[in-house]
Nanobody, 124 residues
């Protein structure tokens, strides 16, 4: 059974940076597309970024383009989300998700496996 464990969340001032990590186990990491989603209270999970199985393709929601970078290390079964120039609107619980597919999907309905989430709080 695939398991995902996020780490790296915390509190930071606006303009600061955080790096989230997600460790994958229970399967062959390189067979899975990995994505980050986030959720604020009262809202559904919103797509943030996805990286393809080999790391050759990445996609971002417009609001984080140029500020966030997704990467993966297939040797260490880890996916990361480097977040720079954080704004108040980035405050959310961030989730790592995985799906065994060739297509880089942005809908949370596609993803089979989810981590427990990690809180990111950006203050002014």
């Amino acid at each position: 059974q695939v398991q995902l464990v996020e780490s790296g969340g915390g509190s930071v001032q606006a303009g600061g940076s955080l790096t989230l990590s997600c460790t994958f186990s229970g399967g062959t990491f390189s067979n899975y597309n990995l994505a980050w989603f986030r959720r604020t209270p009262g809202k559904e999970r919103d797509f943030v970024s996805v990286i393809s199985r080999r790391g050759t393709n990445t996609y971002y929601v417009d609001s984080v383009k140029g500020r966030f970078t997704i990467s993966r290390d297939n040797a260490k079964n880890t996916v990361r989300l480097q977040m720079n120039n954080l704004t108040l609107e980035d405050t959310a619980v961030y989730y790592c998700a995985a799906v065994r597919t060739d297509s880089a999907a942005s809908s949370p309905l596609v993803y089979n496996y989810w981590g427990q989430g990690t809180q990111v709080t950006v203050s002014s």
